[in-house]
C-alpha cells in the first residue's frame, strides 16, 4: 500500500484535509501559525500581527490600520518613530492581506475589518490599561480607522491619516464605473478591475521598485466585489464624519490620483473636532510616508511633533 505516510499526511487523490487547528494551520506564504504572532477572528480566521515595543514603559498605544492590497510591515519605518515618543505600536494584516487567512483582497464585508481592528484594540487596551490610544490609518487603512473611531467615540486620544480613502478617486470611479461595479458584482463579482498602477502611489521610484518587488503585497487585480466593499466603505464613511469629534491630524497629496484630495477638504469642513490640522503636499502622490524623502520627513515630522506635545499635555508632564 505504497510507502509508509506520516499520520494526517494526505494520500494522493484523497479529499481529507490536515487537521484544522492552529497547530497546523500555515500562512499563506507556508508559515505555521503556531511560529508567527496572530490573533484568530471572530470567523476563526488567523491574522498575523506585529508589535513594536518602546524601551522604556509605554507612555501611549498606537494602531496602525494599513490599506488595500499590502501589509503592516510597510509600517516598520513609522512605528520605530513612535516607539522613539514611548509609544507601544500595534498591527495586524487585514483578512485576505500579507500573512494572515483569507483569499488575496476579498472580504465578506467592509465590517469585517472593523470588527478585526477593535478585537485587537480591545486585547492589547487589556494588558495596557489606562494609556491613551491613538489610531493611524493610510488609503483603505484611513476608512477603516475613521469606522473604527465612529464605533468608539471615547475610546481614541487621536486619529492620524495618511491619504485615506474618504471620496472614491472619480478617475477610479466614475459614475459609469460604479454602476458598472454593482451590475457586475451580481454578475461577475470576481470580474478583475485590473491592479493598482505602482508609478502612481508615490514618486519615489526605490519606493515603487519596493512596492512592485514586495513579495506580501497583492499585486493582482482588484475584484468588483471588493470595489463594491470599498464604495460601501466611502459611504460608510460620509456618514460617519459628522459624529467624529476626537484630534485629528491628516495629510494628503495634491496629486494622489488614487484618493482625492477632496474627501480630505470634506473631512475638514465635515467633522467637529474642535483639533483638526491638514496639512497638503504640494505634488506628492498618494503613498506621503513613502514620497520623495522631502515629504515623507516632513510627514514623519508632523507626526511626531504633533503627537510628542499631545503625550506631553496627556501626561501632565509638561513645562513649569
Ligand atoms: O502603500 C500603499 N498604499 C496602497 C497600496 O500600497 C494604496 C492602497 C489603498 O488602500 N487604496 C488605493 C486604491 C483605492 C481604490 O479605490 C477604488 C477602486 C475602485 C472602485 F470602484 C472604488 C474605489 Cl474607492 C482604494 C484605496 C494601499
Known amino acids: 500500500a505504497g510507502p509508509a505516510r506520516e499520520p494526517g499526511q494526505n494520500r494522493p487523490g484523497s479529499t481529507s484535509r490536515m487537521p484544522e487547528d492552529s497547530r497546523a494551520r500555515l500562512s499563506p506564504q507556508g508559515i505555521a501559525y503556531k511560529d508567527l504572532p496572530h490573533i484568530a477572528n471572530a470567523d476563526g480566521q488567523h491574522l498575523f500581527c506585529r508589535y513594536w515595543k518602546p524601551q522604556a514603559s509605554p507612555r ?60 485587537h484594540i480591545d486585547l ?3 494588558e495596557h490599561p489606562g494609556l491613551p490610544i491613538y489610531i493611524f490609518g493610510h488609503s483603505m487603512g484611513g476608512a477603516i480607522s475613521i469606522l473604527t473611531v465612529s464605533e468608539r467615540p471615547s475610546d481614541f486620544a487621536g486619529l492620524v491619516l495618511i491619504s485615506p480613502l474618504i471620496l472614491p478617486n472619480p478617475q477610479s470611479a466614475t459614475s459609469f464605473k460604479v454602476f458598472a461595479a454593482k451590475v457586475l458584482n451580481h454578475l461577475l ?39 463594491m466593499q470599498l464604495l460601501n466603505a466611502s459611504a460608510r464613511v460620509g456618514k460617519a464624519l459628522p459624529d467624529i469629534s476626537l484630534p485629528v491630524l491628516l495629510m494628503h497629496g495634491t496629486d494622489d490620483q488614487l484618493c482625492d484630495i ?6 475638514m469642513e465635515t467633522v467637529p473636532s474642535q483639533e483638526k490640522i491638514l496639512k497638503v503636499y504640494d505634488k506628492a502622490y498618494h503613498v506621503l510616508h513613502k514620497e520623495l524623502p522631502e515629504v515623507s520627513s516632513a510627514v514623519f515630522r508632523e507626526i511626531e511633533t504633533w503627537l510628542a506635545e499631545k503625550i506631553v499635555t496627556a501626561t501632565g508632564a509638561g513645562g513649569i
Not at 496602525?64 to 520605530?80: I, N, P, T
Not at 519606493?207 to 471588493?226: C, I, N, Q, R, W
Open 60 to 119: 501611549a498605544l498606537a494602531f496602525v490600520a494599513h490599506g488595500a492590497g499590502e501589509h503592516c510591515g510597510r509600517y516598520d519605518e513609522l512605528a520605530q518613530m513612535l516607539t522613539g515618543l514611548n509609544f507601544f505600536v500595534f498591527a495586524h494584516d487585514h483578512v485576505g492581506h500579507g500573512q494572515s487567512e483569507g483569499d488575496r483582497m476579498v472580504v465578506s464585508d467592509f465590517q469585517v475589518f472593523i470588527r478585526d481592528s477593535l478585537q
Open 189 to 227: 463579482p470576481s470580474f478583475s478591475l485590473g491592479s493598482i498602477d505602482p508609478n502612481i502611489i508615490s514618486r519615489n521610484k526605490e519606493e515603487v521598485e519596493a512596492y512592485v518587488t514586495d513579495p506580501l503585497v497583492y499585486h493582482g487585480g482588484m475584484k468588483v466585489s471588493f470595489a
Open 124 to 126: 492589547v487596551k487589556k
Open 262 to 267: 477632496k474627501g480630505s477638504y470634506h473631512l
